[in-house]
């Protein structure tokens, strides 16, 4: 199938054609008519010419006759124009007609009748001035300048007929020629217009059926991309505002990673400040750590001087348990010993008064004993309590002295640490810094996409009115092409 | 104040009493009627005892078990170079066999002697005859109690020793064992 281009292409070519065939036609009819036109007025020249050699003649005559008559100078001035101007003039002439051997026969007849003349006339003014006018008279009827004069007309009328028959040929030739281009054209023209006129109903009616099914495809797609550019300026729209809180969220973004940013400085300074409170620590606890070595070295002293301390308790516990006994022991003996007086009446009276007293003493004796007892019981109880305590004591200190070396380690451990945070807190800076730097740039992205998409809104009313406008357009087409057709 | 001056303090007081006993005269014009008790604990109840009742006190003897048909006999033991039977106190006052030690012995009687074993021996007491009532007059009605004695703002029932040897007797002449020497 042939595309609109190539129908175009055909019709226009052919009309090319035609025009072309009779441009050809018309342009060598002009060439002709111009060459035709140019040997005509070279002919006219060659006439011109012609005349202009018999008028010189005839001013050469009349200055000589005027000479003669008055015999004063002033009326040779026709002569002497006459004789200078006629060689250039026969020079002229013989180059105007150089391609004529006719004319250039006749021309050398006319110079040699020229010169003839020339000389008679030259013979006579001379004569003139030497003679009088009566001799001269004479001279000039003996006829000899007139025959030239008539030889000299006889053979420039043959050049003039010559050269008016040549005029006329070629008339005749511009006649058939413009005749011929005339037709030509008229009939050219008539077919070239036939042909345009066909060429031109043929593409307008193969063009109006594609043209009318690709404008009623470009009307549906025009309302479809009306629709999808509507669907685009929603979707801008949408696409604009979230930029917007895009934007939003990464400068709020951007304060954020400022703030680490200065946060992550502080932590840098807080751990190297911790980091030098750390060996400060490490000091204060090596020396706490003697100060604990110290106070274990005394624990345990106290540990064996409670211990001493608690077999002398028991030692006098044991001593009490005798002095108890020997009590208990005094009292039964003083109990016996006031029975014993009773049994002896008024003599033992005094004994049972001994008896007495010494069982009172055995009495404060034991209870004595029961509260000494009581009280070393309560000495070893607390001696008891204090070892265990004091143990106790003493265990935690190994404990603490166990701690301190965590303590110790656990110190430098944390000084490593710290310099590993402090080292971690700087890249975090480093890091987030590049990264604020990153979210300004993702920012002034962000803000660029925004105003893209802003501008991608306002193109997409663009396009939405583009396609009210193109779907107007094609229905102004269709209707257009409808009309035609209908027409 | 400390322990340590604490029973050097108790030991100068007890050495002031004694030294101030033996300096006052032996006897003060107004001599109170007094008797003279033993306090003692049998089966956690507090009882009494008149010195002058008993002939001796002693205290953890070996007494050596014998069968008898009297169950409140525990053995005999030696006292005072002669071999005496031994009664259990609180089986006599009705109470059964005492599951402690039982170290406590008095001694009664010197024809025919015999010894009371009881747990708990409190001490020597020495009340005013004021002090002493029946034992209707401080509602004690137990067995071998005539008196009670208010002393050490206690109460305590009197144990009455020739009723303990009659009723010991009873009981010999009763179960057919011959009387102990």
Redesign the interface.
């Known amino acids: 199938m042939w595309t609109f281009g190539r129908k175009i292409a055909a019709g226009f070519t052919l009309a090319f054609l035609l025009l072309l065939g009779i441009g050809g036609i018309a342009y060598r009819s002009l060439d002709l008519l111009a060459n035709t036109s140019h040997t005509v007025t070279h002919t006219h020249e060659v006439l011109e010419r012609i005349a202009n050699l018999l008028s010189f003649l005839k001013d050469a005559e009349t200055g000589q006759r005027g000479y003669v008559i008055s015999g004063e100078d002033s009326y040779l001035e026709p002569y002497k124009s006459g004789v200078e101007n006629l060689p250039k003039v026969i020079k002229e002439l013989r180059e105007l007609t150089a391609d004529n051997q006719n004319q250039q026969k006749r021309l050398d007849q006319v110079e040699q009748l020229a010169a003839a003349k020339l000389a008679e006339l030259k013979r006579t003014v001379e004569l003139r001035r030497k003679t009088s006018f009566e001799e001269t008279v004479k001279v000039i009827r003996t006829g000899e300048g007139k025959k030239y004069m008539d030889d000299m007309r006889s053979v420039l009328g043959q050049m003039e007929r010559e050269e008016r028959e040549l005029l006329k040929q070629r008339a005749e030739e511009v006649e058939t020629a413009s005749s011929g281009a005339k037709t030509t054209i008229i009939f050219g023209t008539v077919l070239c217009l036939l042909v345009v006129t066909a060429a031109g109903f043929l593409i307008t009616r193969s063009l109006s059926g594609q043209i009318g099914s690709a404008v009623r495809h470009v009307q549906s797609s025009s309302a479809e991309l009306q629709s999808a550019a509507n669907q685009q300026a929603s979707g801008a729209k949408e696409s604009a505002t979230a930029m917007t809180e895009i934007t939003t969220t990464i400068s709020e973004l951007l304060a954020t990673s400022r703030q680490i940013a200065e946060s992550a400085q502080r932590v840098a300074h807080v751990a190297e400040e911790t980091s030098s409170a750390a060996r400060t620590g490490d000091t204060t606890v090596q020396r706490s750590h003697d100060s604990v070595n110290s106070v274990k070295r005394q624990v345990d002293l106290i540990v064996t001087h409670m211990l001493d301390l608690g077999k002398k308790s028991q030692q006098i516990g044991g001593i009490l348990e005798i002095i108890n006994e020997l009590s208990?022991?005094t009292?039964?003996l003083?109990?016996?010993a006031?029975?014993e007086a009773?049994?002896a009446g008024d003599a033992g009276k005094?004994f049972a008064?001994v008896a007495?007293?010494i069982?009172?003493?055995a009495?404060?004796?034991g209870g004595?004993t029961k509260?000494?007892r009581v009280?070393?019981e309560?000495?070893r109880a607390a001696v008891n309590t204090t070892v265990m305590a004091t143990e106790g004591g003493s265990k935690a200190v190994d404990l603490g002295a166990r701690q301190f070396v965590e303590v110790t380690a656990a110190l430098k451990q944390i000084t490593e640490l710290l310099g590993t945070t402090t080292a971690a807190a700087r890249e975090i800076e480093l890091s987030t810094k590049q990264q604020a730097t990153a979210v300004e740039q993702v920012n002034i992205a962000v803000s660029n996409v925004a105003k893209a998409a802003k501008e991608t809104e306002v193109s997409s009313s663009q396009t939405l009115q583009t396609a009210g406008q193109l779907a107007g357009l094609s229905r102004e087409l269709i209707r257009l092409i409808q009309a035609t057709a209908s027409a | 104040m400390t322990t340590i001056s604490l029973i050097s303090a108790k030991a100068a007081e007890l050495r002031r009493v004694f030294d101030q006993a033996r300096a006052v005269p032996s006897s003060t014009g107004v001599e109170v009627q007094t008797e003279s008790l033993l306090a003692i604990r049998v089966a956690r109840d507090p009882y009494a005892i008149r010195v002058s009742e008993i002939s001796g006190i002693s205290t953890d003897k070996k007494v050596v078990a014998l069968p008898s048909p009297v169950p409140e006999l525990l053995g005999v033991t030696g006292l005072r170079g002669a071999i005496v039977p031994v009664y259990s106190l609180a089986a006599l006052l009705g109470y059964g066999q005492e599951t402690g030690q039982v170290r406590w012995l008095v001694l009664c009687g010197t024809d025919e002697p015999f010894a009371l074993a009881f747990s708990g021996f409190e001490g020597y007491l020495c009340v005013p005859q004021a002090e002493l009532y029946s034992a209707e007059q401080k509602d004690v009605r137990r067995t071998f109690v005539t008196h009670a004695a208010r002393a050490t703002k206690m109460v305590r029932a009197l144990v009455s020793i020739p009723m303990l040897r009659e009723a010991i007797q009873e009981r010999c002449r009763t179960s057919g064992v011959p009387k102990e020497q």
Request: charged content about 35%; aromatic content about 0%.
């Open positions: 208990e022991q009292n039964i003083a109990i016996n006031t029975i009773s049994g005094r008064v007495d007293e069982r009172k003493l009495d404060r004796v004595s509260e000494i009280l070393i309560e000495i």
